[in-house]
């Protein structure tokens, strides 16, 4: 049974940073492709970042520079390194997976096959 499960959420300053996990049971996630995103009160889910099974990154105009999505092979995860943080980055963030190559650049939310329950991130002073 295919299982993604995010970790590392929690509550910061602005300006301060943190370091959000997606490990997989059930696949393994070098021949995957994996999408972060993230939902706040109120508003609807909206696309982070990607990373390509082929290595290739994508980012949200609002995190570009800020925000780095990277692979831990030997965990069988992927990493959200989150920098620079302002109070408009809370929310749930998940992350979502599909095998092979994306079939676009920023794959919506229903392109995927497998999804996390989400962490909470919460920037505030």
Known sequence: QVQLVESGGGSVQ???????????????LVYYSIGWFRQAPGKEREGVCT?????MT????SV???FTISRDNAKNAVNLQMNSLKPQDTAIYY???LPG???ELFPA???YNYW????????SS
């Open 51 to 55: 990373i390509n099974s082929d290595g």
């Open 116 to 123: 996390g329950q989400g962490t909470q991130v919460t920037v």
């Open 58 to 61: 994508t980012y949200a105009d």
């Open 14 to 28: 602005p300006g301060g940073s943190l370091s959000l996990s997606c490990a997989a049971s059930g696949i393994t």
């Open 95 to 97: 992350c979502a997976a």
């Open 109 to 111: 939310w229903g392109d």
């Open 64 to 66: 570009k520079g800020r």
């Open 101 to 103: 190559r994306l079939p």
